[in-house]
Every structure is written in structure tokens, then in C-alpha cells.
């Protein structure tokens, strides 16, 4: 179990137990009430926000101990433009990558999530309206969202994705409970580039990028700007990763191979 969510327990539990001392013997001191709520609410909200600690969720953030190669892993696509690009520079690579697409934008370009599929890279979820609210949403709602990718991904390429990437990366325990019964599997990263902001410098990226670069990393990356306003800085940067790649020995793999080694070492 990660550590994070042991924390999560004891803090609840410990919660808990403030409130039964309160009740049956009398009302603790107002600062002990303050700092205890502050404490418990920094834990939570650092769950939510921080997907490696994998305090709610059970997630993939790197590979498994003996992996080899590194997962790139491209969210908020497929863009008209933009994608067929990243697809062509990972040819000429020979890399095999992740795309976690949005359910909205492909049903708008389904030809473009076959040909990510055609090209031998791995796909997933990323949500169907990739509401930055995702994480605010009631049960049903995230169900919703989730299973309106599922089946749009699985209607264009006959296939139903098993890999999920939540929207901004924010998990709690509704959207836990949704994977499970969804039976899907959760992919973090380890290395994150921040190349989706319009601000972000393609240098500064690839500099982020290949200082992460060994066996087993997970490459946080964009194909698409989440709005469509902007041109991702990855698309500037990606030549130079590749080339970091092949500079350093490491095969570029589909994410999909450490999902499946990091089970097998989890029912060793």
C-alpha cells in the first residue's frame, strides 16, 4: 500500500477519534480543532492533486523495478495538425508511444485515433470532456465522462482502451471507485515536461525532459493544446528528446509494457 494512503487513513482515523473525544468527554481546544482541520485538509487536497502519491488510486507512475526503455506519453489530442506530426517524428524514430486522447476531439477526428493505433502506438482515455472541474464532479458524472470515451475510442477503433489518464492528473476516492468498476488502469508519469502551457519554452522542455530520461521513466508530454489555442511546445521539443533518446540507449515503448510487467511483479 503507498505510504500516502496510509497516511490518509491514520489522518482520518485520527479525525474521527477527535470527534468521538468531543462527544463523549467534551470539546478539545478551538487551536487543536483549527490545526487538526488544517492538517486534514492539506492531506487530502495533496491526494487529490499529486497522482503519484497514489493516495486514492492505484496508478502506474513509472515502470516496474527491471523495465527497460521509456514511456512517452502524449495527452489532450488528437489535434488535425498537430498529431500527425508527433506521429511522423516517432516514425522516424522507431519509438512507440502513448496518446491519451480526448473522447470529444475524437470523435471530431476518429481517422486520426486509427492512425495512432495503425502506426503501433498504445491509446487511452483521457476523459470525453476533460472538465477542469473533473475531479469536483459527483460519482455519476465522472462514470459518465469515463464511459462516453470508452465507447466513442471503442467505436472508431473496435477496441475498448484499458488505460485511463485522468484530466489534470486530480484523483480522489469517487474517481477511484469508477476505475475499479471500470476496470481500467491508471497511468501517472514520472517525468513531466509542463509543455502545455502557451508560455512553455520548447528548450526549457527538452532540458526538463531528457534529465528524466532512464529505464522505466514515464514522459508527461502533449500532442494537442487542451483549448486548441495554442501550438504545444513539445512539438518543438520532441526532435531533441528522441535524439536524447537515442543518445542515451533507450528504446522508446508503449506504456502498455510497464503496465504489464508492473502486475506480474505485483502477483509476485
Known amino acids: 500500500m503507498p505510504p500516502a494512503r496510509i497516511l490518509f487513513y491514520m489522518a482520518t482515523f485520527g479525525a474521527l477519534a477527535l470527534v468521538a473525544r ?3 468527554i467534551g470539546p478539545v481546544p478551538t487551536w487543536i480543532t483549527l490545526a487538526a482541520l488544517a492538517a486534514y485538509t492539506a492531506t487530502v487536497l495533496s491526494g487529490v492533486l499529486l497522482l503519484r502519491l497514489r493516495m486514492f ?8 523495478d527491471d523495465a527497460r526503455g521509456v514511456a512517452l506519453t502524449f495527452d489532450d489530442g488528437p ?3 498537430h498529431t500527425p506530426k508527433v506521429l511522423d517524428l516517432l516514425d522516424q524514430a522507431k519509438v512507440k508511444a502513448t496518446f491519451f486522447v480526448i473522447g470529444k476531439k475524437a470523435e471530431a477526428h476518429p481517422e486520426i485515433v486509427r492512425d495512432i493505433v495503425a502506426r503501433g502506438h498504445a491509446l487511452g482515455s483521457h476523459g470525453y470532456a476533460h472538465p477542469r472541474t473533473f475531479a469536483m464532479l459527483p460519482t455519476s458524472a465522472v462514470r459518465a465522462d469515463i464511459e462516453r470515451s470508452l465507447v466513442v475510442l471503442e467505436k472508431i477503433t473496435g477496441r475498448r482502451p484499458t488505460l485511463f489518464r485522468p484530466p489534470i492528473g486530480h484523483t480522489n476516492p469517487r474517481i477511484a ?5 471500470l476496470d481500467l488502469t491508471v497511468v501517472g508519469w514520472s517525468v513531466r515536461a509542463i509543455d502545455g502551457l502557451a508560455s512553455a519554452d520548447a528548450e526549457k522542455v527538452t532540458a ?5 530520461l ?28 528522441l535524439e536524447g533518446l537515442r543518445a542515451r540507449n533507450l528504446a ?16 509476485a
Open 79 to 81: 489535434n488535425p495538425t
Open 252 to 267: 522508446g515503448v508503449a506504456v502498455t509494457d510497464f503496465v504489464e510487467g508492473s502486475r506480474e511483479e505485483g502477483a
Open 57 to 64: 488510486v492505484d496508478a502506474v507512475c513509472r515502470g516496474p
Open 214 to 241: 532512464e529505464d522505466g521513466a514515464i514522459v508527461l508530454l502533449h500532442d494537442a493544446a487542451e483549448r486548441e489555442d495554442h501550438v504545444p511546445a513539445s512539438l518543438a521539443a520532441l526532435p531533441k528528446i
Open 208 to 212: 526538463r525532459v531528457t534529465r528524466g
Open 177 to 181: 471507485k469508477v476505475v475499479d468498476a
Open 22 to 24: 468531543s462527544l463523549l
